[in-house]
């Protein structure tokens, strides 16, 4: 008999305006509608990975199992309970793991039998957003369970992802130290809304400045354990590994990245252009962004149209940390040719995106940082006959 179509893993509309398809529970959202956002992204229009269907969740039945050996008071929180708890706002990027994935050599610089082609799902720069969280700390949930001596803390979802060794619930485990810092949220309202489903509805946990991967959604229990507990399944295939490793390690603040709120392969007019574009670390806040501007002078050759070739850009408000932040610089006169732009963002931390050659590859694709090229053509005015 033939296979079940797989069940859709994304709830709400994408329309190819708004977004960039990469596979099922995949939708990157393109950067060139990203100009009439404002600070934040609209919910409808964030990105969403989801590497299952949304489970069904009633949330006048669902509860969130909090316990584990270092819990002295285990218990079962109603939604309404966690309401009931101090609320905290945060505005935070959240920026997948795997962003910018597809920049990624497809196979290590040293190749080997060992290392294979980087595979997966290949997002260019839009598995991120920024939203105005809303929800309660860990660490408030925690101790209204009778917090212990801790080490780690697992966090469960209630989904059931299909993987190589049967079905599981996504799960992260974290040292207690990030999972109780202040800024690390059970998020319930994502811009002023409640979470929507395909953002992990009815909670997910929010750890400040950390990939968007371990941002676990649908979430349905907290085991926190007074002994070191293994990693999960999911972690160990979202760990950084490769021939500049000593030892596999796991993704956790996200790299200093930048994007222009431009389409990929557009086509501009000849003349002035103001170029927008926005940056953002999981480190802290963004200190300066530069920009280059590279035109392709024969084929696979390229020169700056600047002298230097990089740029200051404009930032247009006060960064905040781990907040995206809007940027500008001007494109004087022009002329038609085939041009690639590159953006470089340094965070407060000292950070800057290096250059793409200069990259360290890892098997699964984690945590690109380079200022890869966004290509686009400059057309004359007059078509061609």
């Given at each position: 008999?033939?296979?079940?179509?797989?069940?859709?893993?994304?709830?709400?509309?994408?329309?190819?305006?708004?977004?960039?398809?990469?596979?099922?529970?995949?939708?990157?959202?393109?950067?060139?509608?990203?100009?009439?956002?404002?600070?934040?992204?609209?919910?409808?229009?964030?990105?969403?990975?989801?590497?299952?269907?949304?489970?069904?969740?009633?949330?006048?039945?669902?509860?969130?199992?909090?316990?584990?050996?270092?819990?002295?008071?285990?218990?079962?929180?109603?939604?309404?309970?966690?309401?009931?708890?101090?609320?905290?706002?945060?505005?935070?990027?959240?920026?997948?793991?795997?962003?910018?994935?597809?920049?990624?050599?497809?196979?290590?610089?040293?190749?080997?039998l060992k290392w294979l082609p980087v595979g997966w799902t290949q997002w260019h720069f839009g598995a991120v957003g920024a939203a105005e969280w809303k929800g309660v700390r860990v660490k408030d949930v925690l101790q209204a369970a009778g917090l212990g001596t801790a080490v780690d803390v697992r966090f469960t979802s209630l989904d059931s992802i299909v993987t190589d060794i049967g079905k599981l619930p996504y799960a992260q485990v974290v040292p207690l130290a990030k999972a109780i810092a202040d800024d690390t949220l059970l998020v319930y309202e994502m811009n002023g809304q409640p979470l929507p489903i395909d953002h992990g509805y009815p909670l997910r946990v929010l750890f400040s400045g950390w990939g968007g991967n371990t941002a676990v959604k649908w979430l349905g229990s907290i085991e926190v354990s007074s002994e070191p507990q293994p990693v999960s399944h999911f972690?160990?295939?979202?760990?950084?590994?490769?021939?500049?490793?000593?030892?596999?390690?796991?993704?956790?603040?996200?790299?200093?990245?930048?994007?222009?709120?431009?389409?990929?392969?557009?086509?501009?007019?000849?003349?002035?252009?103001?170029?927008?574009?926005?940056?953002?670390?999981?480190?802290?806040?963004?200190?300066?962004?530069?920009?280059?501007?590279?035109?392709?002078?024969?084929?696979?050759?390229?020169?700056?149209?600047?002298?230097?070739?990089?740029?200051?850009?404009?930032?247009l408000h006060k960064p905040e940390p781990m907040m995206w932040v809007r940027f500008e610089t001007t494109w004087e006169n022009a002329t038609p040719g085939r041009y690639r732009l590159m953006t470089r963002a340094t965070d407060d931390a000292g950070r800057t995106q290096p250059r793409p050659e200069d990259v360290v590859w890892n098997q699964h694709g984690l945590g690109y940082g380079g200022h890869a090229p966004l290509e686009l053509s400059v057309l004359p005015l007059t078509n061609f006959p």
């Open positions: 008999m033939p296979k079940p179509p797989e069940p859709n893993f994304v709830v709400q509309p994408t329309p190819s305006t708004y977004f960039t398809n990469r596979g099922n529970g995949s939708e990157e959202m393109k950067f060139g509608p990203v100009a009439g956002y404002g600070d934040t992204v609209p919910n409808d229009r964030f990105y969403i990975h989801s590497r299952a269907a949304a489970p069904k969740i009633d949330v006048a039945t669902w509860r969130l199992h909090v316990g584990g050996s270092a819990i002295k008071k285990p218990r079962s929180f109603r939604h309404d309970e966690l309401l009931e708890l101090a609320p905290v706002t945060l505005r935070r990027t959240l920026d997948c793991g795997v962003n910018c994935r597809a920049f990624f050599p497809k196979v290590s610089p040293y190749a080997s972690q160990i295939n979202q760990g950084m590994d490769g021939p500049d490793y000593p030892e596999p390690m796991l993704g956790t603040v996200a790299p200093v990245r930048s994007a222009l709120e431009l389409n990929e392969d557009l086509t501009l007019q000849p003349g002035d252009h103001t170029l927008h574009g926005r940056a953002w670390s999981g480190a802290g806040a963004i200190d300066h962004v530069d920009v280059c501007i590279e035109h392709e002078v024969a084929p696979g050759r390229w020169t700056a149209i600047w002298d230097p070739p990089w740029r200051p850009a404009t930032l």
